[in-house]
C-alpha cells in the first residue's frame, strides 16, 4: 500500500454566491465530521471572492482551505490581481495552479507556472499544479511529449516536495463527461512520477476530468491515483462526498 495519503480537491472554479458558497461548505464539514478520522486530505478551492467566508466555515475542520490561481508577485501595482501570501493571510492551505482553463483560456506558460508554484510555496501553500493534454495533442499521439514539457518547465528547481501535488487533467476531459481509461491514466501518472525523478514516489498526483460519484470507483481502485481533482461534481455536497468516501474505503480497508 502507497503511503502517500489521497487528496481529495474541489475546484468549485467560477461558482457560488456568498450563501450558496457557505452551504456547501458546511456540509462538506459536516460530511467530513461524521466521517472522522479521515485517510484523506479534503481541500476546497472556492473563487476568491468566498475564501474569506468558507474559511470562517472550516476553521477547526479537517477540510483544508484552497484557492485558484496567484500571480508571482506578493504585492505591487497588479490591478485585479491576487497574490500568494493573501491567501495565505485568510487561512489557505493549498492552491491550485496551471490549471487548463489558464493555460488556455488565459494563455499561461509553464514557465509562469513555475514562478507562481515558487510565490505559492514561499508563502506555505500547497502547490496542485495542473498538466494534460488538449484532444488535438491526443490525436496527434503527442500526450507523452506535453506531458514531459509540461512537468519539466512547471516545477521549478528547488521545489518542495512535500507541497507539490501534481494534477493530471485531460483537457479533453475536462466538464465534457469523456475521460481515459483507468489504464491510460496509470500509464499519464507513471510517466510524470518518473518526470519527478527522486521525489517522484512520495510526491500526490491526482486524476482531474469528469469524476463523479458514479465513476470514481474505476479510478479511485488504481493505487497510481493519489486522488482527485473534482470540477462539476464537486458543486454538490452528496456528490462530492461519494468521490470522497470511494478513497476513504480504498484507503482504511486496506490499512
Ligand atoms: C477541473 O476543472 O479541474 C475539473 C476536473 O473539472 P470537471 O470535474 O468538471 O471535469
Not at 471572492?49 to 466555515?57: D, P, Q, R, S
Not at 507513471?190 to 479510478?219: C, E, F, H, K
Not at 452528496?238 to 490499512?255: G, Y
Amino acid at each position: 500500500m502507497s503511503s502517500r495519503r489521497p487528496m481529495i480537491a474541489a475546484n468549485w472554479k467560477m461558482n457560488g454566491l456568498l450563501a450558496d458558497g457557505r452551504l456547501l461548505a458546511r456540509a462538506v464539514s459536516e460530511a467530513a465530521a461524521s466521517a472522522a478520522p479521515l485517510c484523506f486530505d479534503v481541500v476546497v478551492c472556492p473563487p476568491a471572492t468566498l475564501t474569506y467566508a468558507v474559511g470562517e466555515i472550516l476553521k477547526g475542520s479537517s477540510v483544508l482551505l484552497g484557492a485558484q490561481d496567484c500571480v508571482a508577485a506578493p504585492q505591487g501595482a497588479f490591478t485585479g490581481d491576487l497574490s500568494a501570501p493573501m491567501f495565505a493571510d485568510l487561512g489557505a492551505k493549498a492552491l491550485i495552479l496551471g490549471h487548463s482553463e489558464r493555460r488556455h483560456g488565459h494563455g499561461e506558460t509553464s514557465v509562469q507556472v513555475a514562478e507562481k508554484v515558487k510565490a505559492a510555496q514561499a508563502a506555505g501553500l500547497i502547490t496542485i499544479v495542473c498538466v494534460g493534454e488538449t484532444a488535438a495533442e491526443l490525436d496527434a499521439g503527442c500526450t507523452k511529449a506535453v506531458l514531459t514539457q509540461q512537468v519539466r518547465e512547471s516545477v521549478p528547481e528547488n521545489v518542495d516536495s512535500s507541497k507539490l501535488v501534481i494534477a493530471y487533467e485531460p483537457v479533453w476531459a475536462i466538464g465534457t463527461g469523456r475521460q481515459p481509461v483507468p489504464s491510460d491514466v496509470v500509464t499519464a501518472h507513471q510517466l510524470i512520477r518518473s518526470l519527478l525523478g527522486p521525489m517522484g514516489p512520495t510526491v500526490r498526483i491526482l486524476y482531474g476530468g469528469s469524476v463523479n460519484a458514479a465513476n470514481v470507483g474505476s479510478i479511485s481502485c488504481e493505487k497510481e491515483v493519489d486522488g482527485v481533482l473534482v470540477g462539476g461534481a464537486s458543486l454538490k455536497a452528496e456528490s462530492f462526498w461519494s468521490i470522497a468516501e470511494s478513497f476513504q474505503k480504498r484507503v482504511c480497508l486496506a490499512a
